[in-house]
């Protein structure tokens, strides 16, 4: 991507304290995020601040957060509760970040070691619990059982995705709806999560409330596709983590799905086999398939499809820079290249 999504310095980071242009239309909030998170990530325990900060410090793109603020203040939102949301939200994201490095063994995230591997499993694994019980004890501080609700049923669903994605790992049979209800989980749901509180928070119309989530849910779907089609056309140097991540621990993500669909018996085979016993083995003759099949072009297009389902909702909301930017963001969402 060649905006605000490939800026290094995150707008929540301790360490920065300016706004990627993408983030500028929620400047003043993003301000305040990134003071409540610091406040938020105090601990009596020296090693949990250290591999909280860690992580956060790391970068990232912050669109969760982003959704949070985006939603509330198209709806002309004028309170304050939106930042805390907004930071318990990333909190729960990054804890499943630190959860995943290690359920996963990676030792890149974002061009820098994972913490996993500069602190170890066993602390990375209880640093992402406390995290995700900080921020269950700010939604109490947000006051809003609805919101509770949603945040509290995206946990268990996250859950269940995780699990399930773990689950297909080495098998070749998995279909494409069965790879769509696994990414609806383990990614999209939180960032449906996130526009929809949003919305709730700032007392949506029905319509615009359903809107919002659907919004959030469709842009969700659109940047895993694009995570999973960058896994057999990105940069390691562009992407921070290794490109073949996804076929290296036996993932079967849409482009090997689809490149099985179309390709000859001789080519769904060799993935079949890939798959099944994971590695970089194979490596250039899975991405000759997933190219000469039109795989990669078909994961694309799917991609373009969800962007623009999300920017279809926003009709329902008033016309401000808010919503603007918002479909800045399903445009970039699918036009990146990390």
């Given at each position: 991507?060649?905006e605000?999504?490939t800026?290094?310095?995150?707008?929540?980071?301790?360490?920065?304290?300016?706004?990627?242009?993408?983030?500028?239309?929620?400047?003043?909030?993003?301000?305040a995020?990134?003071?409540?998170?610091?406040?938020?990530?105090?601990?009596?325990?020296?090693?949990?601040?250290?591999?909280?900060?860690?992580?956060?410090?790391?970068?990232?793109?912050?669109l969760?957060?982003?959704?949070?603020?985006?939603?509330a203040?198209?709806?002309?939102?004028?309170?304050d509760?939106?930042?805390?949301?907004?930071?318990?939200?990333?909190?729960?994201?990054?804890?499943?970040?630190?959860?995943?490095?290690?359920?996963?063994?990676?030792?890149?995230?974002?061009g820098?070691?994972?913490?996993n591997?500069?602190?170890?499993?066993?602390?990375?694994?209880?640093?992402?619990?406390?995290?995700?019980?900080?921020?269950?004890?700010?939604?109490?501080?947000?006051?809003?059982m609805?919101?509770?609700?949603?945040?509290?049923a995206?946990t268990?669903?996250?859950?269940?995705?995780?699990?399930?994605?773990?689950?297909?790992?080495?098998?070749?049979?998995?279909?494409?709806?069965?790879y769509?209800?696994?990414?609806?989980?383990?990614?999209?749901?939180?960032?449906?999560?996130?526009?929809?509180?949003?919305?709730?928070?700032?007392?949506?119309?029905?319509?615009?409330?359903?809107?919002?989530?659907?919004?959030?849910?469709?842009?969700?779907?659109?940047?895993?596709?694009?995570?999973?089609?960058l896994d057999?056309?990105?940069?390691?140097?562009?992407?921070?983590?290794?490109?073949?991540?996804?076929?290296?621990?036996?993932?079967?993500t849409?482009?090997?799905?689809n490149a099985?669909?179309?390709?000859?018996?001789?080519?769904?085979k060799?993935?079949?086999?890939v798959?099944?016993?994971?590695?970089?083995?194979?490596?250039?003759?899975?991405?000759?398939?997933?190219?000469?099949?039109?795989?990669?072009?078909?994961?694309?297009?799917?991609?373009?499809?969800?962007?623009?389902?999300?920017?279809?909702q926003?009709?329902a909301?008033?016309?401000?820079?808010?919503?603007?930017?918002?479909?800045?963001?399903?445009?970039?969402?699918?036009?990146?290249?990390?």
């Amino acid at each position: 991507m060649n905006e605000s999504m490939t800026a290094n310095a995150s707008p929540t980071s301790p360490a920065s304290s300016s706004p990627a242009p993408l983030h500028a239309v929620v400047a003043d909030d993003f301000v305040a995020v990134n003071r409540t998170i610091v406040e938020q990530l105090s601990s009596k325990v020296p090693l949990v601040a250290a591999i909280s900060e860690y992580i956060i410090e790391s970068g990232g793109k912050r669109l969760r957060p982003l959704l949070v603020l985006l939603a509330a203040r198209s709806l002309d939102y004028q309170e304050d509760k939106h930042v805390l949301l907004a930071t318990l939200i990333e909190f729960m994201h990054t804890s499943t970040l630190l959860h995943d490095d290690v359920v996963d063994e990676s030792h890149l995230r974002r061009g820098k070691k994972t913490a996993n591997d500069a602190w170890g499993n066993a602390p990375c694994v209880l640093v992402g619990d406390f995290l995700y019980s900080r921020s269950f004890q700010m939604m109490v501080d947000v006051g809003s059982m609805r919101i509770m609700a949603i945040l509290s049923a995206a946990t268990c669903t996250i859950a269940e995705g995780e699990v399930q994605q773990l689950t297909n790992i080495g098998n070749p049979s998995i279909s494409e709806a069965d790879y769509f209800e696994t990414i609806q989980g383990k990614t999209a749901m939180l960032f449906e999560a996130a526009s929809h509180s949003g919305a709730v928070l700032a007392n949506a119309t029905p319509e615009q409330e359903e809107a919002l989530k659907l919004y959030g849910r469709y842009l969700g779907l659109a940047f895993q596709l694009v995570d999973d089609l960058l896994d057999y056309q990105g940069s390691a140097d562009a992407m921070g983590k290794n490109v073949g991540d996804d076929l290296a621990e036996g993932k079967p993500t849409l482009p090997l799905i689809n490149a099985m669909e179309r390709g000859t018996p001789e080519q769904a085979k060799l993935i079949r086999q890939v798959i099944r016993k994971g590695g970089l083995e194979q490596l250039d003759e899975v991405l000759e398939i997933v190219h000469t099949t039109g795989a990669l072009d078909y994961t694309r297009a799917r991609a373009d499809e969800m962007a623009d389902k999300a920017l279809a909702q926003l009709e329902a909301l008033p016309p401000t820079p808010f919503r603007d930017t918002m479909a800045h963001l399903a445009r970039l969402a699918v036009e990146r290249d990390t």
